[in-house]
């Protein structure tokens, strides 16, 4: 399943995907046509995984 997401403020996408990459998650960039983020969470994604980028997701939400 992929999960569509976007920020509050669309200029902080760059800063997020940069620091999801050196995190080590990577391919989180969204569809051209419509922008934003997409998470790909199928069948072969660990939980470990999802926890992960949700922690990540938390943290740099508080920081911006």
């Avoid at 940069?18 to 790909?40: C, D, F, P, T, Y």
């Amino acid at each position: 399943m992929n999960v569509p997401f976007t920020l509050e403020k669309s200029e902080l996408e760059s800063d997020f995907i940069k620091q999801a990459a050196s995190e080590g998650m990577l391919q989180l960039k969204g569809h051209r046509s419509v922008g934003g983020m997409r998470a790909s969470i199928y069948n072969a994604m660990p939980l470990a995984g999802v926890e992960k980028l949700v922690s990540f997701m938390k943290v740099f939400q508080a920081n911006h």
